[in-house]
C-alpha cells in the first residue's frame, strides 16, 4: 500500500512571521556584508570625489595601495549587524502590513489596489527598519571615512555614543529616511510588477527551484537598478552628514540644505555608477535567497496579490 503524503500546513502568526523575519535578516546581512568592499569604494567616491575620480575600479586600486587590501573591508561588522536588523524588519515587515491591508479592506480591494498596497506596506516596514539601523549605518560611515576613528563597530560605536550621545546616531536620521523609504518602496513594488510579467509568461508552478531562482534575481536586478536611481542623492548626503560631526548649535534641516547647496543635482549622483552595479546585485540575491529560505522553511503561507 502506498503512503500517503500529508499536505504541508500553512503557517501563520508568529510562526510564519517570524520566518520571514529571519529569511530577510539573513539575505540582507549576507548580501551587504559580502559588498563592504563596493560600498567602501562608493563611500570614498562620495565623500572625496577630487582624490577618488578614476571610477570604481580605480577607487578600489587607491584603496588598496594606500591602505592595503584589508580596508575594503572597513565598517563589514556595522554592515553585517545593522542590515541583519534592518532585514528583518524590512522584510517581515512588509509581509505583515500586506495582510493587515487585506484584513482591513478585504482581498478583492487589496488585489485591486495592490500597487498602493506594495508602496504603503514597504514603506511602513522601511520606516521601522530605519529606526533599527540608523545607528549601525552612521557607525560604519564614520568607520570608512575617517579609518583612524576606531577599529570596528564596538570601539566606533562606543566612542561615538561616549563622545557625541545617542543624537549622533540619528543626526541622519532624515536623510536615512529619504533614502531608504524611496529606495524600498521602487524596490518592492518593481520587483512585484516585474515578477508579475515574469510569471505571466512562465507560469511559477511550472518552474523547476533553479529557473524559479534564475526569474527572482532577473526581477530583483531590475529592482535594484530602480531603487538605486531613485534614492542616490540621499544616499550621498547621508555619506555626507555621517562623516563629521555638526557645528555647535546646528541643526540636522540646516546641514542638509547646505550640503545639498554645496552638491547640487550632478554631484548627489557621484558614484552612481558603483552603487547601481551594488544595489543591482545585492537586490537580485535578496529575492532570491529571501524566496529561497522561506520555502526552506516552510514560510508558504504568505500573501501574493
Not at 489596489?113 to 511602513?124: D, E, H, K, Q, W
Request: hydrophobic share 45%; aromatic share 12%.
Amino acid at each position: 500500500m502506498a503512503a500517503v503524503t500529508k499536505p504541508q500546513e500553512k503557517l501563520s502568526g508568529f510562526a510564519l512571521y517570524s520566518r520571514f523575519a529571519f529569511a530577510g535578516a539573513v539575505c540582507c546581512s549576507v548580501t551587504h556584508g559580502a559588498l563592504t568592499p563596493v560600498d567602501v569604494v562608493k563611500t570614498r567616491i562620495q565623500l572625496d570625489p577630487a582624490k577618488y575620480n578614476k571610477g570604481m575600479i580605480g577607487g578600489f586600486k587607491q584603496v588598496i595601495s594606500q591602505e592595503g587590501a584589508g580596508a575594503l573591508l572597513t565598517g563589514f561588522g556595522p554592515t553585517a549587524a545593522g542590515y541583519f536588523l534592518q532585514g528583518a524588519f524590512k522584510f517581515g515587515g512588509y509581509e505583515l502590513f500586506k495582510q493587515q491591508a487585506i484584513n482591513v479592506f478585504g482581498y478583492e480591494t487589496a488585489k485591486e489596489n495592490r500597487t498602493a498596497v506594495y508602496l504603503a506596506s514597504s514603506a511602513l516596514a522601511e520606516f521601522f527598519a530605519d529606526i533599527a539601523l540608523c545607528p549601525l549605518e552612521a557607525t560604519r560611515i564614520r568607520l570608512v571615512s575617517q579609518p583612524e576613528f576606531a577599529s570596528g563597530l564596538l570601539g566606533g560605536f562606543s566612542k561615538i555614543m561616549k563622545h557625541e550621545g545617542i543624537g549622533a546616531f540619528y543626526s541622519g536620521f532624515g536623510p536615512i529616511l529619504f533614502k531608504q523609504v524611496p529606495y524600498t518602496m521602487a524596490k518592492f513594488v518593481v520587483y512585484e510588477k516585474a515578477a508579475e510579467a515574469i510569471f505571466g509568461v512562465w507560469k511559477k508552478e511550472d518552474l523547476s527551484a533553479p529557473m524559479q531562482t534564475v526569474a527572482n534575481l532577473s526581477a530583483g536586478l531590475i529592482a535594484g537598478f530602480a531603487a538605486a536611481l531613485v534614492s542616490q542623492p540621499a544616499d550621498t548626503m547621508l555619506s555626507k552628514i555621517n562623516k563629521t560631526p555638526g557645528a555647535p548649535g546646528e541643526g540636522t534641516t540646516s546641514r542638509l540644505i547646505k550640503i545639498g547647496k554645496e552638491l547640487g543635482l550632478k554631484g548627489s549622483y557621484t558614484g552612481i555608477g558603483a552603487r547601481l552595479f551594488m544595489v543591482g546585485t545585492l537586490t537580485a540575491f535578496q529575492f532570491a535567497i529571501y524566496s529561497d529560505i522561506k520555502k526552506a522553511l516552510g514560510a508558504t503561507g504568505g500573501v501574493e496579490l
